[in-house]
């Protein structure tokens, strides 16, 4: 029902944008043309055909196409449409919201221009959008706050398109939490969501500030699901399930929210309103491992990527950018084909026993299966490397008892000797209900020991955010402990290492 209304509400809203679509007979009406028109435009016939094909079906596909295929208040015209300006984002999942908008921040810059030139507009248009959403400073949530401001959309335009087209990224900010070492918790509402109800969207602030480094910086951790599919065993996220798979605009809404938050944070140390804090880093890197899997929503996070990484636009290097994937072999390669950004594989087990128990998505894609594509991708021979100095990065969460030993850190050498790879061993953040413990601090140096003495570029991630539940593999609700997937039984050499429950 819920699907039907919104298609609905699309559809009224499509009717708004131009008389042709006024007749409930649009059939009728493109086969004869628009109005005042006496050929039907290269676009209007390739709507007509679409609309032919899916007519009995109701197709959002095509509601999208009569929705972006016209002009406003004005007969159709094929003077500023050409044949490269059928929209490729209509597709898309995730390009209207339940109230019939089109959400800008799931486009490109090239859907963003598309869909100017398809609507009427000059393509400059596009960058004046865009820079509005993006540039520093700018970060508008409406149309409307860029009214009496320099370079301002018009006050046309604005009551044009008010109710048509949305800025504001489909997310409202709820809460933020501080944690003891500085990291900061925010967490989202999704709105017109009706499925994710009182589910939030986490993503973390990160402040980091090395010895020896040059200066400090800022990573930012996104989400790009509620919950997740992919049940690992020690991660509360995993556990949750999937509520809903979010839109590249709400993607990149958690981080234009997150510059938003650091240059207040910053504007309000200057002004001498937090005389015990210390400014905040620009947002320099992002890394891809909040709630959810990456690669199980893959055209939105693509989406996304494009938009963080556009040079006129948030401007972050593909190289600070961090996609973390549990091992879904053809997105992966996928990624790797689309993206220079940084691939991160999750791996945790060195045996596919012990990986099929944690990360159940190894009975799908084994080890041999994962580590053979990641030979290919990854060669660590540079000569017949796809893309000279890239590497992935292996993440390794150590759980005590249950591959920490000194054979697994052996076996994760052998494993990776083919690939061009660096190794981040993590230590286990507990929460609420989980049977697994932390290695001790000992054992975590021993096996690192192991692998630098085989010359494995290994380094260990600093837990951070915990006292918040802010951490890896904490992100989530804790209230809804009661509602995690079931555990899947150990293997029984394993039942000693695990806690009681």
């Known amino acids: 029902m819920h699907g039907q209304r919104v298609l609905t509400q699309c559809l009224r809203t499509a009717r708004g944008l131009c008389p042709c679509l006024a007749s409930q007979h649009t059939t009728a009406r493109f086969a004869g043309g628009c109005q005042g028109q006496s050929k039907p435009s290269t676009k209007v016939g390739w709507v007509q055909r679409r609309h032919a094909q ?251 990527l494009e938009v963080l990484c556009h040079p006129q636009g948030l401007q972050l290097s593909p190289n600070k950018v961090t996609v973390s994937t549990v091992g879904l072999v053809p997105q992966m390669r996928a990624l790797a084909a689309r993206s220079a950004v940084q691939l991160a594989v999750s791996l945790h087990a060195t045996t596919d026993e012990v990986r099929s128990w944690i990360v159940p998505l190894n009975r799908r894609y084994p080890l041999a299966e994962l580590i053979g594509a990641l030979e290919e991708l990854y060669p660590k021979n540079a000569a017949v490397r796809p893309r000279v100095g890239r590497h992935v990065l292996f993440e390794y969460v150590l759980l005590r008892g249950v591959n920490d030993s000194l054979e697994d850190a052996e076996r994760l050498i052998q494993l990776t000797s083919a690939i061009e790879c660096k190794v981040n061993l993590i230590l286990f953040n507990p929460h609420a209900g989980t049977p697994f413990k932390a290695s001790h601090q000992e054992q975590v140096l021993a096996f690192q020991a192991v692998l630098k003495a085989a010359g494995v570029l290994c380094t260990v991630r600093d837990s951070r955010g915990d006292d918040e539940m802010a951490a890896c593999g904490q992100l989530g609700n804790i209230d809804e402990l009661n509602q995690l997937a079931p555990m899947l039984k150990p293997p029984l050499r394993f039942k000693d290492a695990l806690v009681a429950a």
């Open 54 to 304: 899916e007519m009995a079906s109701g197709s959002e596909k095509m509601l999208e196409a009569e929705y972006l295929s016209t002009e406003d208040a004005q007969p159709c015209s094929t003077s500023s449409l050409t044949k490269s300006s059928t929209p490729a984002f209509l597709a898309r999942k995730g390009v209207l919201n339940a109230r019939g908008q089109l959400m800008l921040k799931s486009l490109t810059y090239t859907d963003l221009e598309q869909w100017c030139i398809s609507v009427g507009e000059r393509p400059q248009r596009a960058r004046q959008l865009w820079k509005w959403m993006y540039y520093d400073g700018g970060w508008v949530r409406s149309l409307d706050d860029t009214a009496d401001l320099q370079d301002g959309l018009s006050a046309a335009f604005r009551e044009q398109w008010r109710d048509r087209i949305t800025v504001d990224g489909g997310l409202r900010l709820r809460s933020v939490h501080k944690a003891a070492d500085g990291t900061r918790k925010m967490v989202f509402d999704l709105q017109d969501s009706p499925e994710a109800a009182g589910a939030g969207v986490e993503a973390v602030i990160i402040p980091v500030e090395r010895p020896g480094a040059s200066r400090p910086r800022t990573t930012l951790c996104v989400s790009s699901q509620v919950g997740c599919a992919q049940n690992c065993q020690f991660c509360f996220t995993g556990r949750m399930g999937l509520r809903v798979q979010l839109s590249a605009a709400q993607i990149v809404e958690q981080v234009v929210e997150a510059r938003r938050h650091v240059a207040e944070h910053n504007r309000r140390v200057a002004a001498g309103e937090l005389p015990a804090a210390a400014p905040l880093a620009p947002i320099s890197n992002i890394v891809f491992m909040g709630m959810g899997e990456p690669l199980h929503n893959f055209e939105a996070v693509g989406v996304a």
